[in-house]
């Protein structure tokens, strides 16, 4: 089965702090894309940081980084220097090629809350 | 590059009606996805266009919905006969073949069905 598990609901963070969202996902592919959507309340999507799973290193985005660990199957992402413009919610998602079509496989999102 | 643009917003319709959608896509993207969002749901991949080839419908895709991509450029969704359970966000989005693999998603449109 193809799944994303996103398994913290909610999160809340201290401004300035730092906080890791989890996620693992289940795919039997070896060549894949992972990612980590943000979704504020104004419903549109972005990107937030993407990893090649043929690459052991870690993407970095500035304050947002991920830890990929390809055995475990998971694709944490950590945002430092929390800002109250993170709040939203965080989907973590991969891409793979099946039967001639890419398929990008969301999870059910993490709420992030930016205490001041 | 003005980004994806769906048309229009939010749409409210009574149960049993047709209502249209329209997705414009970054204009040199070859691919579209159309997905539908659920709230407290990640974003379900509804369909998969690659310039005006539709390749793949997902099983959520009942006989009801129709997407087309005419001339490979913007695309439309179709839903005849609504029902409630299609209340949702219906989200579109592209991306480039052999680019980085980045998906651009529009807006969104929510409906609401009565």
């Known amino acids: 089965a193809q799944t994303v598990t996103q398994s913290q609901p909610e999160m809340s963070v201290q401004e300035a702090e730092t906080v890791t969202l989890s996620c693992t996902y289940d795919?039997?592919?070896?060549?894949?894309?992972l990612f980590w959507y943000k979704q504020p309340p104004s419903r549109q999507m972005i990107l937030v940081i993407r990893?090649?799973?043929?690459?052991?290193q870690n993407a970095t985005e500035n304050r947002f980084s991920v830890n990929f660990q390809k055995a475990a199957k998971s694709f944490s992402l950590k945002i430092s220097d929390s800002q109250l413009g993170d709040a939203a919610m965080y989907f973590c998602?991969?891409?793979?090629?099946?039967?001639?079509?890419?398929?990008?496989?969301f999870g059910t999102g993490t709420r992030l809350k930016v205490l001041a | 590059d003005t980004g994806v643009s769906q048309d229009p917003r939010h749409k409210i319709t009574k149960r049993g009606q047709n209502v249209t959608f329209r997705c414009d896509p970054i204009?040199?993207?070859?691919?579209l996805y159309w997905y539908r969002q659920t709230l407290g749901q990640g974003p379900e991949f509804l369909t998969y266009?690659?310039?005006?080839?539709?390749?793949?419908k997902s099983r959520l895709l009942s006989d009801r919905f129709s997407a087309e991509r005419p001339k490979g450029s913007f695309s439309t969704l179709e839903i005849q006969r609504t029902e409630q359970g299609d209340s949702a966000m219906y989200l579109c989005?592209?991306?480039?073949?052999?680019?980085?693999?980045?998906?651009?998603f529009g807006s969104g449109t929510q409906l609401s069905v009565l």
């Open positions: 990893q090649e799973a043929y690459k052991q």
């Open positions: 266009f690659q310039n005006e080839a539709q390749l793949e």
């Open positions: 795919t039997s592919e070896s060549d894949y894309y």
């Open positions: 204009s040199e993207h070859n691919r």
């Open positions: 998602a991969y891409r793979i090629l099946t039967s001639g079509t890419y398929k990008y496989i």
């Open positions: 989005a592209s991306s480039l073949f052999g680019g980085n693999e980045k998906l651009f």
